[in-house]
């Protein structure tokens, strides 16, 4: 979310980045966000001269009743009276003006980073960089249900029963794979220096509309009926949220935290899930990354993210490369995203696998997470990456480990986590 006094300040600045973004239906709301707040600004300050007026006759009712002039005083108990009235018709004024600007104001885009690719939607993402050598190998790769099936290691039929489509059960070496992939990610995050958390997987109203756009909220959220609660779409959700309404010495920055949780999702308008698949689905795991940092230091901790996500791959003999999120495929709160994608074997093309993103203030702005340190207090910056993602990670792991009589391969890396075998077959 933007400062008000910035979009007050530089309109055209903020109109150009809307545009950039491709959202020109918003262009309007600059101009009626500034015309509500002038009206808000005049309010309160008309309610300001009431109450400044209200105090100084009231000491004058006093001084004449002490004097016996009760006549006096009672046509000034009037005016104090009437006075009253109005200004509690300018505070009730105040309190709709202030909802409808905040209503605007989450509503306008972060201004993204110069940096940025102008493009209208992930079809025109960048390219930046490839890691790993992409391999089709003289063998073919099944679709990665069927690799899982012959090793008996999913069961999607009895989920489609207990819970419809987008669920699974996961059997055997797959479900050993699984959590072994987690934890090393958790461990491999750890050695990198971040500290290690399982936070709450429901959060509160609050906290979602403070880490998240209202498109994405609708478009992903599950909420618990009743109560103020939604379940997490993922463990960033809750890991800033941590910091919700804290002022946190400077000194004791950065924040850098490794989390796990489960992560749920409506993947509204995703047009039917895959009956047969686990790339897109409403329940899956993962290792998380996040990082609050001072605003001179977040693009260094951003470059650092994804380089993190990158790394883990390669270590699991899995190809991978970065793309550069363009414009018109940023999120309302992003200041810059680069994904991380996994290489096909059997698509013979990249998948995401994994996002990082810089937020600039905006998540620190509706939160209220402000730093303090010898020149004041000011809004952090939070950034946020996926180390880790299975099932949807499992299906490049299958893919680029396996061997033409079906096994599959285990990285050195991810042995000591599969009790020290070597291959799954």
Known sequence: MLELKFVRENPELVKQNIRNK??????ALVDEVIALDLESRNAKQEADTLRFERNKISKQIGGLMAQGKKEEAEELKKQVTADSEKLAALEEKEAVLEEKIKKIMMTIPNIIDPSVPIGKDDSENVEVQRYGEPVVPDFDIPYHT???EKLNGIDLDSARKVAGNGFYYLMGNIARLHSAVISYARDFMIERGFTYCIPPFMIRSE???GVMSFAEMDAMMYKIEGEDLYLIGTSEHSMIGKFIDTIIPEATLPQ?????????????GAHGLEERGVYRIHQFEKQEMIVVCKPEDSMMWFDKLWQNTVDLFRTLD???????????DLADLKVKSVDVEAWSPRQKKYFEVGSCSNLGDAQARRLKIRVVGDGGKYFAHTLNNTVVAPPRMLIAFLENNMNADGSINIPVALQPYMGGATVIV
């Open 22 to 27: 491709f959202q020109d239906n918003k262009l």
């Open 146 to 148: 069927e690799i899982m």
């Open 207 to 209: 906290v979602v509309t």
């Open 256 to 268: 850098a935290l490794t989390s796990y949780s489960p992560c749920f999702r409506k993947e509204k």
């Open 318 to 328: 899995i190809p991978v490369r970065t793309l550069e999120c363009c414009s018109g």
